[in-house]
């Protein structure tokens, strides 16, 4: 469906700003009053990773006039694969900083504002009332959920994506006009079910497609052109090279947006998404090592049986001396416990400790008490013990 343009149009462009948007000041449906509007704009990104970079870019290339940086994060060097925004110079820097210098080296004309902390339900109505559209490229549920309810309460429109290996999404929500993010997806998927980017990879290049997709659909927003993808997925197959669209119909019984919302405030979005299940949080509790106690144990020779819950190309980026691979898939399904040894105590990790937990719980409840998991996984061990190996 065609909607108007959200943002009333700039009193003027100056020469310099002519010359450069030259090319879009031709296009009949741009045009000067298109340009103007986007020079009035403000929009924010949340998130400078890999669907903010491209996304970043293409904003201050298309003369956006103001653009908010929500990151809190600093530049690692996995993440120059796919955050083309950031270079090799820039690893340990601010990725908010990083981000800002990169625009602002696109196009001096952009005015840019950097928010550089973690977006929480104590700062987003604050943090997002200063715009007029939000463009998310978070990586993780809960964030996901807490941008779609504040852009509900404050009546906001926000273009939203998402990758995953080879394939991703994108859409436009929008109360007024359409459905919400919860519309789609009522409830979180449990935790552990999804894996991050960080846990199963992405291709670099597919941030670069949804991304770019995403700023298209702010363009056509904020100017009123076209037909934005409210009500509708696009669905992105890389390896098909195929896009696809689905109908997404606004849900009359939606908790957010429907006619009688149950949310009509911000709540605690790590708990609603349940970033670790009460069931592994009870089962670690009490039964977590450290790396270096892990080291100890093998030092001492310990009788332990190491065992990596991960999944076979992350293990052969990294392991721990001895660990044992079993996907975490394996002991959900039940076919892994057969083969465990009875005689040995067991002990868990994964990258970072969020599966390793979710399998100790399984362990648990299948009898072996004196299980435990590492903490901090595989990453603590190469910081803490074997800095000279790499992390991914």
Wanted: proline share 6%; charged share 25%; net charge negative.
């Amino acid at each position: 469906m065609s909607l108007p343009p959200l943002v009333e149009p700039a009193a003027e462009l100056t020469v310099d700003e002519v010359r450069r948007y030259s090319r879009h000041l031709i296009i009949p449906d741009v045009g000067m009053d298109g340009q103007k509007r986007l020079k009035n704009a403000k929009v924010l990104a949340v998130g400078a990773g890999g669907l903010g970079s491209p996304a970043l870019m293409y904003l201050a290339a298309a003369g956006v006039g103001t653009l908010g940086i929500v990151e809190f994060d600093e530049v690692d060097e996995s993440n120059l694969q796919r955050q083309i925004i950031h270079s090799q110079s820039d690893i340990g820097r601010s990725k908010a900083e990083s981000a800002r210098d990169s625009v602002l080296g696109i196009n001096p004309y952009v005015n840019v504002v950097l928010h550089e902390e973690r977006l929480e339900a104590e700062n987003v109505m604050e943090i997002f009332s200063q715009y007029d559209l939000i463009v998310d490229g978070t990586d993780n549920f809960a964030t996901r959920y807490l941008v779609n309810d504040a852009c509900v309460l404050l009546n906001k429109p926000y273009v939203w994506g998402s990758i995953y290996r080879f394939d991703g999404q994108a859409s436009v929500f929008w109360s007024e006009h359409g459905p919400c993010y919860r519309c789609l997806y009522p409830e979180p998927p449990p935790p552990g079910m999804v894996p991050s980017c960080a846990e199963g990879g992405v291709l670099g290049v597919l941030c670069a497609s949804i991304g770019s997709i995403q700023v298209t659909e702010a363009i056509k927003v904020l100017t009123g052109v076209g037909e934005p993808l409210v009500g509708r997925l696009m669905i992105y197959d890389a390896l098909e090279m195929q896009y696809r669209q689905v109908k997404v119909r606004k849900d009359p019984d939606c908790a957010v947006c429907g006619p009688n919302a149950t949310v009509t405030e911000l709540i605690d979005y790590e708990a609603f998404c349940g970033v670790v299940s009460e069931e592994a949080q009870e089962a670690a509790a009490g039964s977590t090592i450290t790396p270096k106690q892990l080291k100890e144990w093998i030092d001492e020779g310990e009788n332990i049986e190491i065992i990596d819950v991960r999944e076979k190309n992350e293990y052969e980026i990294v392991s721990i001396p001895g660990a044992k691979l079993i996907p975490k898939g394996e002991f959900l399904m039940g076919t892994a416990l057969q083969d465990l040894p009875q005689d040995k105590r067991i002990v868990l990790h994964c990258k970072t400790g969020v599966r390793s937990a979710e399998v100790l719980a399984v362990l648990k409840n299948a009898g072996f008490a004196d299980a435990v998991h590492v903490g901090g996984g595989v990453i603590g061990w190469v910081h803490q013990i074997e800095p000279e190996k790499p992390v991914y």
